[in-house]
Every structure is written in structure tokens, then in C-alpha cells.
């Protein structure tokens, strides 16, 4: 593993440990070189993802933009972290099980919506302003509908 601070190629692993449920190793890491310390995490990864955006561009998958996207939802909300790396792990087994290695965005989006509508209901709303573009009240307005159980979501169900 190369160091982050002087690019050297030699660091020591000083210790390694399980974590998010026997899901991925933490490495603490040292080098020679300079004394720099760091983190690494080793996660299994089943096959190389593809996100197919709704422009038709293919990007691949990246979990850390999935958590930042989730963490951005979650800003200023009470919630614990440990169960917040639970549900994107979740999430990326889900879409590594698929069998498929082109994702279109969309899937990924539903499945952060229902994940997150179960975690927290205001973070559910600010997920599903941006990811369903809302462009005015009403919109709010359905989707708060949704959560207080007057109607299921809106990606499942037709328009009354």
C-alpha cells in the first residue's frame, strides 16, 4: 500500500481488525519512510458495478459517493454511524447480488429511498427532493403523504 504522505511503497501494517460486522478488515498502517500513520479498509467485492446515469453515461460505482449522498440526507440529523455503514453495505450487497454488472442509477436510488425511509423520515424527504428533482410544494406535499401512509411511493403506485 503506497503512503499518502510521501508516496512510499513499503508501509507496515501495525493492526488489523474486523469490522461492520466481520464485513471488512481496518488496517492500521504506518511508513518507514516518513512515520506517516493511516487506514485502509479491505471490503469483498463481488464484481465490478457500472452506474448507467439517466443521461446514458456509464460510470463505475463508487461506495463512497453512495455514503456521502447518504451522510448529505442525514446533515444535522440524529443517527448512528455504525448503522448508517450497515444500510450502504446493505445497499451494495443488494446491488452486487443483482447478478447484473450495469446498475441504472435509478435502482441505486430506490433502494437508498427505502432504506432511508426506514432510518429517518426527514432524511427520507431530503433524499427524495433531489432524487425525484422536486420542482415545488406539492411535491413535498406528496411525499409527506407517503410517509404518514396516506398513499404508497410514488415510483410503485399510480397517480389518483
Not at 6 to 11: I, K, V
Not at 19 to 35: F, H, K, L, Q, S
Not at 101 to 120: F, H, K, N, Q, W
Request: glycine fraction near 6%; charge should be positive; include cysteine.
Amino acid at each position: 500500500m503506497r503512503c499518502p504522505y510521501c508516496a512510499g511503497e513499503n508501509t507496515q501494517v501495525k493492526d488489523s481488525r474486523p469490522t461492520e460486522e466481520n464485513a471488512a478488515i481496518r488496517r492500521r498502517r504506518v511508513c518507514p519512510d516518513c512515520g506517516g500513520r493511516f487506514t485502509t479498509f479491505e471490503r469483498v467485492q463481488l464484481r465490478e458495478l457500472t452506474v448507467v446515469k439517466r443521461s446514458g453515461r456509464k460510470v463505475p460505482f463508487d461506495r463512497d459517493k453512495l455514503a456521502k449522498s447518504v451522510d448529505v440526507a442525514l446533515r444535522k440529523r440524529p443517527f448512528d454511524p455504525e448503522r448508517v455503514e450497515r444500510m450502504v453495505s446493505g445497499i451494495v450487497r443488494q446491488l452486487e447480488s443483482m447478478g447484473e454488472s450495469e446498475i441504472p442509477s435509478s435502482t441505486i436510488g430506490t433502494y437508498v429511498m427505502e432504506a432511508l425511509r426506514g432510518l429517518d423520515p426527514v432524511a427520507y424527504v431530503r433524499f427524495a427532493s433531489v432524487y425525484r428533482d422536486f420542482r415545488e410544494a406539492a411535491d413535498f406535499q406528496e411525499v409527506l403523504g407517503e410517509i404518514a401512509g396516506d398513499e404508497p411511493p410514488a415510483d410503485t403506485s399510480q397517480k389518483r
